[in-house]
């Protein structure tokens, strides 16, 4: 293993198995808990980010007010200084909740929204599937035609 430094702290060459990654990003984010991130979204505190796929997005239903970005697009559509970014995307100091499925992904992609400059990113403990269980607004999908 190399114990090779580079400028922001973190090991060169260093092997680490995806749990303990998640661990070690997670220890660095302060998550936050469905209840509390609808109370943050209907004070205008936060803006709600669901980066599910379409197949999850349509078999599950949405969030009324969340910017729908997909994980692929997330650090263009969200950098404020980015040519392609969202227009809520307007500030480092915008306070983003990520949310994904179950919880998972989402607190690795805010791990990269943080090296962007965006130091009020967090992630929903739980994902959508927490906000959900919670009885929090979910617009559900339409019946197939």
């Known amino acids: 293993m190399s114990t090779e430094r580079v400028t922001d702290g973190r090991l060169t060459g260093e ?25 943050a979204y209907e004070a205008g505190d936060a803006l709600l980010v669901d980066t599910r796929y ?6 599950d239903g949405l969030i009324p007010g969340a910017l729908v ?8 559509r969200l950098d404020p200084l980015g040519s392609h970014r969202a227009p809520e995307a307007d500030s480092h100091d915008l306070r983003v909740v990520v949310l994904c499925n179950e919880g998972y992904a989402s607190s690795l992609a805010v791990e990269s929204l943080r090296r962007l400059g965006l130091h009020r990113a967090t992630d929903l403990v739980g994902g959508f599937q927490a906000w959900k269980a919670a009885g929090l607004p979910v617009l559900l999908p339409s019946p197939p035609a």
Request: charged share 45%; net charge positive; no cysteine.
């Open 54 to 59: 379409a197949a999850l997005r349509q078999r």
């Open 69 to 76: 970005v997909e994980r692929n697009e997330l650090e263009w």
């Open 15 to 39: 092997r680490v198995g995806i749990d303990e990654l998640l661990e070690r990003v997670r220890a660095g984010i302060d998550r936050i808990e469905p209840r509390a991130a609808h109370k």
